[in-house]
């Protein structure tokens, strides 16, 4: 069974850093792309980045330059460091593997406010 398991929430000043984590279980990590989505209030689900096996990137245009998306295959983790915070990243952030199924995170609360 797959497990997908962020830890914590967020709450950051515009301008500020925060870093997510998600750890894996149950899959073969190192042989998975990972996605990171966000959903706003009342907004859809939008695709933010994406690490391949082979550790290739790709970023939504809004947050390129400012997030960096990595991964430990040794600790089946993966994390995405954002920087340069904004008020409109705000947003449940999840992580996102495909095996036979869509595999989610629980979401991660990231609320940036001064």
């Known amino acids: 069974q797959v497990r997908l398991v962020e830890p914590g929430c967020g709450l950051v000043q515009p301008g500020g850093s925060l870093r997510l984590s998600c750890a894996a279980s149950?899959?073969?990590?190192?042989?998975?792309?990972v996605n990171w989505y966000r959903q706003a209030p009342g907004k859809e689900r939008e695709l933010v980045a994406t690490?391949?096996?082979?550790?290739?990137?790709n970023y939504l245009d809004s947050v390129k330059g400012r997030f960096a998306v990595s991964r430990d295959d040794a600790k089946s983790t993966t994390y995405l460091q954002m920087n340069s915070l904004k008020p409109e990243d705000t947003a449940v952030y999840y992580c996102?593997?495909?095996?036979?199924?869509?595999?989610w995170g629980q979401g991660t609360q990231v609320t940036v406010s001064s």
């Open positions: 149950g899959i073969i990590f190192s042989l998975k792309t």
């Open positions: 690490i391949t096996p082979r550790g290739s990137t």
């Open positions: 996102n593997v495909r095996t036979s199924t869509n595999n």
